[in-house]
């Protein structure tokens, strides 16, 4: 049956055809065979189309000459690129290779991109590192210490850099009377490594400083290539100065900072590590300071105590026998005072006994009594003068006794001491000479005298 030329197949038929895929279905198995046979690629060509979106994403084509290739970077990727790529560029690009299933494009998801002579550098780079760590220039047993509180600063660098300022500006603040010395020099290009081997060797001759700083501010790979020439780091291993690196920012490594006895992340930071901090210097100095008032405070004391202590015991003559005198008096008076309480004593009773004789009424026994009395009375009061005169001989033998061996006694009794005008007492004759002036020191005064002759005859 035939309507408006169509033909009416019998619904028994089977089509015999292959299953067409989907346009989807292809672009997505495509991707999944591209994704399993390239994990990872490196490639290298000439970045052109480039363009940032406001969604942060990096679109751009790398290629060559006969081919290119689409590739994206998303921004998670792209912010850990130092410096944004620009148009023409020869790049090298690590990612994977997929496609982009809704047009169906071959393209790379980028994860890392980088000018395409760094690879180059980076090999060269780690060839050096190696035969240098071979060599043993990288070993901690030819590291030389640092001086604690360096007298000379030198400091190889440009003189128009950054470096130079940060350096000299920490140097002020921490300990401006250390001097500093530049040895200028280019930092970058090809005509820097033999400058800064120059600049080296400079220092070395120079003998000022005593430890040297070496370095820039932070920079591309190439920027800092300089730093990793195998002449400099020979020159740093050889200068006979400890020596600080301090190259580009605090991720930027360089062969140098291997060789060198320390190495710091910035030039700012290499001036904190080698110089020392006035403040700490000024906080000690008045803690010593303090320590050194209280020591010489105690020692004052101490000696102070101790001269009290020596006056103390150091008796006057004159005092000693002023107390002697005293005591002497003191005795006297308690045996005056004792002897008239037993005269007294003595006085009682006696009047007791003649008040029992007169009551025994015998005038014999009373007359006899009143005679021993009288007697005893009368031996009684002798024995006590002649006790009392006693007393008196002693204390006054031991006043002579104190008097004459008194040097004023000595005086006293027309002995002169004799002194030279330099105050040396004079014992002998002949330690004078005829015309010397000589002071004689009497009792009472002193006379000064010329020497006119010496005998040294007598004794």
């Known amino acids: 049956m035939h309507q408006h030329g169509v033909t009416s197949l019998d619904s028994g038929f089977q089509d015999s055809r292959p299953r067409a895929l989907s346009v989807s279905e292809l672009n997505h ?13 490196w490639v290298e060509g000439e970045l052109s189309g480039f363009s940032r979106p406001s969604s942060g994403h990096w679109y751009f084509s790398l290629k060559d000459r006969k081919c290119q290739i689409r590739c994206a970077m998303f921004r998670g990727f792209n912010q850990r690129v130092r410096d944004i790529p620009k148009e023409g560029e020869q790049v090298r690009i690590r990612g994977k290779v997929t496609l982009y299933e809704n047009r169906g494009d071959f393209q790379i998801i980028v994860e890392h991109i980088e000018p395409a002579g760094l690879g180059a550098l980076q090999q060269a780079f780690e060839e050096l590192k190696r035969k240098l760590q071979q060599e043993g220039l990288f070993d901690a047993a030819r590291k030389k210490p640092l001086p604690a509180t360096p007298r000379h600063i030198g400091v190889i660098t440009s003189p128009t850099g950054a470096a130079i300022h940060d350096i000299l500006t920490v140097l002020a603040r921490r300990c401006p009377a250390i001097p500093v010395t530049l040895y ?3 930092v ?3 005509a820097a490594t033999g400058d800064i081997v120059r600049a080296i060797e400079r ?9 040297l700083i070496i370095g820039r501010g932070g920079g591309s790979l190439e920027d800092l290539w300089c730093f990793n020439e195998e002449t400099v780091a020979r020159a740093i291993a050889a200068c006979p100065l400890p020596t600080v690196s301090a190259v580009g920012h605090e991720v930027d490594v360089t062969i140098a900072d291997f060789v060198a006895d320390l190495r710091a992340p910035t030039p700012s930071a290499a001036a904190e590590k080698i110089s020392p901090d006035q403040n700490d210097w000024l906080r000690q100095l008045k803690e010593r300071e303090l ?7 105690r020692a004052l004391k101490r000696m102070g105590t101790r ?3 020596l006056s103390v015991r ?9 107390e002697k005198a005293q005591r002497m008096d003191e005795l006297d008076l308690r045996l005056g005072k004792a002897m008239g309480q037993r005269l007294e004593r003595d006085r009682v009773k006696a009047t007791h006994l003649g008040q029992r004789l007169a009551m025994q009424s015998p005038r014999k026994q009373l007359s006899d009594s009143q005679a021993d009395v009288s007697r005893l009375a009368d031996r009684l009061t002798r024995v006590a003068r002649e006790t009392i005169a006693r007393r008196r001989e002693r204390l006054e033998h031991q006043g002579q006794t104190l008097h004459v061996v008194s040097p004023l006694a000595t005086l006293g009794r027309g002995y002169a001491i004799v002194q030279q005008e330099n105050g040396e007492i004079v014992r002998k004759a002949t330690s004078v000479r005829p015309g010397e002036k000589i002071t004689a020191r009497v009792a009472t005064g002193q006379l000064e005298a010329n020497v006119i002759s010496i005998n040294s005859g007598g004794r």
Do not use: C, I, Y
Request: aromatic residues 2%; charged residues 25%; glycine residues 6%.
């Open 188 to 190: 970058q290009g090809k």
């Open 291 to 297: 320590r050194l008032a209280g020591a010489a405070s």
């Open 307 to 309: 001269l009290e202590h």
């Open 29 to 41: 198995q495509a991707r999944h065979l591209l994704e399993a046979s390239f994990m990872q690629v």
């Open 184 to 186: 200028p020099t280019a």
């Open 203 to 211: 220092a070395s001759r120079h003998g000022v400083a005593d430890v």
């Open 314 to 322: 150091l008796r006057d003559p004159r005092r000693e026998l002023l």
